[in-house]
């Protein structure tokens, strides 16, 4: 390699340095909006968080009013952690796991032919035929599985208490 491919990739590396710390804060952050946006409306109304819980027909009846009481209560503890920057990268872990299970209901209540608001930031439950659009939430979890899969890879953040951790 020559000498001048290493000082580029130099350079590119002390960019990328430079830089990720930054974006990471602003992925956490947003990661962290994004569940106060879904816990407080389903926390002002926890019945109808058991509603849009109920209306996705995946879980036993049993289980329904629990996760639809605790949910909005476990999303904002994760948003705390997340604000914080504590446990950055299990916060992540933990949020794509999330991921899955709320992508894993909406492919359930796509292929079972159930009309529903999936209720994740407020609302839910059964909707009139073809109000649904599937894709378009797909669409959107898509994208938050991005913004946990990127903290996962580099967790690294500023104003956060991993950091303070690690210097102290």
Not at 127 to 153: D, S
Request: net charge negative; with cysteine; hydrophobic share 55%.
């Amino acid at each position: 390699m020559s000498s001048e491919t290493v000082e580029v990739e130099e350079r590119a590396t002390g960019g990328w340095a430079a830089v990720q710390p930054w974006l990471s804060t602003v992925v956490r952050l947003a990661m962290a909006v994004i569940l106060v946006a879904a816990a407080i409306p389903k926390m002002v109304d926890i019945p109808q968080s058991i509603i849009a819980v109920r209306a996705y027909e995946i879980l036993p009846e049993a289980l329904v009013p629990l996760v639809g009481t605790l949910l909005p209560f476990f999303e904002l503890l994760l948003a705390v952690f997340l604000f914080a920057g504590l446990f950055t990268r299990l916060a992540s872990v933990v949020w794509l796991v999330m991921m899955a299970a709320f992508v894993t209901g909406v492919i359930w209540a796509w292929a079972h032919g159930l009309s529903i608001d999936c209720g994740c930031f407020g609302g839910g439950g059964e909707v009139a035929e073809g109000t649904t659009n599937y894709p378009v939430h797909m669409l959107e979890r898509a994208g938050f599985v991005a913004l946990g899969t990127y903290l996962l890879i580099w967790p690294r953040s500023r104003f956060s208490l991993d950091g303070w951790m690690r210097a102290a």
